[in-house]
């Protein structure tokens, strides 16, 4: 059973960094993709970032490239998400991800497994 469990929310100001954290248990995959999403209030859900296990390649939205980082680290089967340069606009809860499907990782429809969420806020 696929179990994710993200960590590293919480409040910051506009400008400030966090890592979010995702534990993953029992998702050993040779390929596939695990993502991060997020949802603000009364929005839908949205690709924040994938990274592509088999090829260590990343996507982004193009509203944090250049300020956001997915990573893994595969021996601790945990996922990163650093944030840096902190909108007010980044507010929402933050989801990881997983699936065993290697193409369109940031599309949300690609996903079987799924984490609690994290909350981050961003005051200006």
């Known amino acids: 059973q696929v179990q994710l469990v993200e960590s590293g929310g919480g409040s910051v100001q506009a400008g400030g960094s966090l890592r979010l954290s995702c534990v993953a248990s029992g998702y050993s995959p040779s390929g596939g993709c695990m993502g991060w999403f997020r949802q603000a209030p009364g929005k839908e859900r949205e690709g924040v970032a994938a990274l592509y296990l088999g090829s260590g390649g990343t996507s982004y939205d193009d509203s944090v490239k250049g300020r956001f980082t997915i990573s893994r680290d595969k021996a601790k089967n945990t996922l990163y998400l650093q944030m840096n340069n902190l909108k007010p606009e980044d507010a929402a809860m933050y989801y990881c991800?997983?699936?065993?499907?290697?193409?369109?990782?940031?599309?949300?429809?690609?996903?079987?497994?799924w984490g609690q969420g994290t909350q981050v806020t961003v005051s200006s």
């Open positions: 991800a997983a699936t065993y499907y290697a193409t369109y990782c940031l599309r949300e429809a690609r996903y079987e497994y």
